[in-house]
Nanobody, 122 residues
Framework: QVQLVESGGGMVQAGDSLRLSCAAS????????MGWFRQPLGREREFVAV????????SYAAFVQGRFTVSRDNAKNTVYLQMNSLKPEDTAAYYC???????????????WGQGTQVTVSS
């Protein structure tokens, strides 16, 4: 059973950067594609980014293109989400998740972290 723990969230101002981390225990992430999702308060969870198990393929939601970068270090069993040029509308709880097949749909993910809050003020 893979357990995922996110960290790195916080309160920042518009234009600032944050790097989220997702560390795994109880298993290796090298067999999983890893996704990031976010859920603004009172809204549904939405796809942000995904990276393939090898790290070669990535995909992003249109609203983060050019601002966010997903990466992974399989040796450290950790996945990252670098977020630049943050906007107030990026405010949300951010979750990492693991799936055996590259996917942008939350229902296809098997393991989820507990989330980390990102708050961006204007």
């Amino acid at each position: 059973q893979v357990q995922l723990v996110e960290s790195g969230g916080g309160m920042v101002q518009a234009g600032d950067s944050l790097r989220l981390s997702c560390a795994a225990s109880g298993g290796t992430l090298r067999n999983y594609a890893m996704g990031w999702f976010r859920q603004p308060l009172g809204r549904e969870r939405e796809f942000v980014a995904v990276i393939s198990a090898s790290g070669i393929q990535t995909s992003y939601a249109a609203f983060v293109q050019g601002r966010f970068t997903v990466s992974r270090d399989n040796a450290k069993n950790t996945v990252y989400l670098q977020m630049n040029s943050l906007k107030p509308e990026d405010t949300a709880a951010y979750y990492c998740a693991a799936t055996t097949l590259l996917a942008t749909v939350a229902a296809r993910y098997e393991y989820w972290g507990q989330g980390t809050q990102v708050t961006v003020s204007s």
